[in-house]
C-alpha cells in the first residue's frame, strides 16, 4: 500500500476545519457586541428624550422614577457581567445617585459606564467562559452564563418598557426601537 499523499486541497480544507471554532467564537462574540451595544443605544435614546425636569418623575407613589428605573437596568447589566464573566464578588465602580437621579447627562454617562463594561466583558470573555455555571443574587440553582447574560437582556428591555409611559406622561414621545434589521 502507498503512503498518502497530502494534497495542497486536502491542507486547506484540513485548516479551514481546525480553524472554524475559533471562527465560531469570533461571530458569538461579534453578535453579542452588536446586540448589547443597539440595547445600550436604546436606553440612552430614552435618556436623552426625557427633559432634566422629569428624571425623578414617577407615575405613582412608591414606584420607582424615570432616572432609578433606568439606574436599576443599567446597573443590574454591569453587576450580571461583574459576577459571571469577571467572577467579581462586588461591583466595580458606582453610581453618583446625587447626580444622575437628577441630571440627563449624568444618567446617560451612567448608562454608557455600565454598557460599556458590558461590552468589555464580553469581548474579553473566552469560549469556556459561557458555559460555566453559577448561582448569583441568592439564587438556589446556579445557571450557565450564557444564561444570565440572556436574563440581564431579558430584565434590560422589560425594564426600559416600563418607563415608556414615563416618557408619555411627561409630555414626551417614546423613541422608536431600533431594530438589528
Known sequence: MRPMRITRAMFLVAVALTARPLHAQKTHVAQLTEDWTRYRDNVIAYVDAMPDSAMS????AGERTFAQ???HLATTNMVVA?????????PPFLPDTARIFHERQALHAWVTRCFDYVLASIQQSKPADWTRELAIFGQPNPQSVSRWMMLAAEHSAFTLGQTAPYLRLSGVKPPGYQLPF
Open 57 to 60: 418623575f414617577r407615575p405613582a
Open 69 to 71: 428605573q433606568i439606574d
Open 82 to 90: 461583574a459576577a459571571t464573566l469577571k467572577r467579581l464578588e462586588e
